[in-house]
T-cell receptor, first 112, second 116 residues
């Protein structure tokens, strides 16, 4: 079993839809959670960073963490074609530049 | 967010040659840098962790003599692929720890290596 599970997709939605991306993890010791967006042939770009259960909102993006269920989500409201990319969840055990553990990434396609 | 650059962005080389990739943190000091490789439609695979002024820590299965890492300053780390072979062709990405959020990593744009 992988430490972090993420559906690879692709997930296809029409423009304006609400997108839900999810990851589950097996190690309850993970404390810090991140979502990265990666466009084709580019490096990952940090979107959200959270460290506690609950919701964190930034513009059209909401990150949700449920540590009791070992489940994290990223919601994208009013999705745009420019949101088409691969979204990677990542987590670390604690602070201090620890090794990131990535999900496989979910490819999102937003059609006009 | 913090800015990390990589050079070159892509490189094609002949089998048996060595290739050096540079990773720079442009607006912050990075005590730790990470090197990843990524195959098409797959996630990032950590190769090694590089701390300024000390030897890199390699992940299991990564040949340290083949992938030489140097982190000589707080803004520069280099990865040298020695005696490259076609199976080394991949997308190499670095990340750096530091900047405005000290607990996370900022990624470079990646370097696409093709070995003929």
């Amino acid at each position: 079993q992988k430490e972090v599970e993420q559906d690879p997709g692709p997930l296809s939605v029409p423009e304006g839809a609400i997108v839900s991306l999810n990851c589950t993890y097996s190690n309850s010791a993970f404390q810090y959670f991140m979502w990265y967006r990666q466009y084709s042939r580019k490096g990952p770009e940090l979107l959200m960073y959270t460290y506690s259960s609950g919701n964190k909102e930034d513009g059209r993006f909401t990150a949700q963490v449920d540590k009791s269920s070992k489940y994290i989500s990223l919601f994208i409201r009013d999705s745009q074609p420019s949101d088409s990319a691969t979204y990677l969840c990542a987590m670390i055990l604690n602070t201090g530049f620890q090794k990131l553990v990535f999900g496989t990434g979910t490819r999102l396609l937003v059609s006009p | 967010g913090a800015v990390v650059s990589q050079h070159p962005s892509w490189v094609i080389c002949k089998s048996g040659t060595s290739v050096k990739i540079e990773c720079r943190s442009l607006d912050f000091q990075a005590t730790t840098m990470f090197w990843y490789r990524q195959f098409p439609k797959q996630s990032l695979m950590l190769m090694a962790t590089s701390n300024e002024g000390s030897k890199a820590t390699y992940e299991q299965g990564v040949e340290k003599d083949k992938f030489l890492i140097n982190h000589a300053s707080l803004t520069l780390s280099t990865l040298t692929v020695t005696s490259a072979h076609p199976e080394d062709s991949s997308f190499y990405i670095c990340s750096a720890g530091g900047g405005s959020q000290a607990d996370t990593q900022y990624f470079g744009p990646g370097t696409r290596l093709t070995v003929l």
